[in-house]
């Protein structure tokens, strides 16, 4: 970006769609043009300059243009690439809806910037534990390579949906979705 400050220039190049979904941020590869001060806190919260972005149809906008590649997250436009920081995940999925029960059961989570996901084996769940306190962490895949934390509140509801089943010689519990079955935690 010719300057990096502005988050405005970066908005004017996102090409406008009457497609439903995000772009396809997936197939660009523009030149990258350095970071700009932007940030996705732990929490889902979108900073710019240090300022939270308090416009919701702003941050649904970047949502919509943000890639990773490797361990590093960038806004593309077909014109240009600029890395910004994540804390943990750039979503939190922070609603779930249940249909049906056992294998037949379909989760579909929603995140802070109103992304519908259903759990299943093109989006899998999976449990993270802490190294020092085992304290699990819970994610769920968005898209390309792009993940939402599941809000403590939600893997709470997981929690409640778990049912025990047999994985290598183990008893785990988890919960299905789509006839996949997600272990989230060993039940010994």
């Known amino acids: 970006m010719s300057d990096p400050g502005k988050a405005d220039d970066l908005l004017a190049q996102i090409p406008a769609s009457g497609r439903q979904g995000p772009p396809p941020v997936h197939l660009w590869n523009p030149p990258f043009c350095g970071a700009i001060d932007m940030r996705i806190a732990r929490d889902g919260s979108w900073f710019y300059m240090g300022t939270?972005?308090?416009?919701?149809?702003?941050?649904?906008?970047?949502?919509g243009i943000l890639r990773r590649d490797g361990d590093d997250y960038f806004l593309v436009t077909p014109v240009e690439k600029v890395g910004i920081r994540v804390d943990d995940a750039p979503f939190v999925a922070v609603s779930l809806q249940v249909e049906g029960s056992g294998e037949a059961q379909v989760l579909r989570f929603v995140t802070q910037v109103g992304d519908e996901v259903e759990a299943g084996a093109e989006h899998p769940l999976r449990v993270a534990l802490d190294p020092h306190s085992q304290e699990p962490a819970p994610y769920l895949h968005v898209r390309a390579n792009l993940e939402a934390l599941i809000h403590r509140n939600v893997f709470y509801q997981l929690v409640e949906l778990a049912e025990p089943r047999q994985i290598d010689g183990r008893s785990w519990l988890g919960v299905w979705s789509r006839g996949t079955f997600f272990p989230l935690g060993p039940q010994d």
């Open 52 to 63: 939270p972005i308090g416009r919701k149809a702003l941050v649904k906008l970047f949502s």
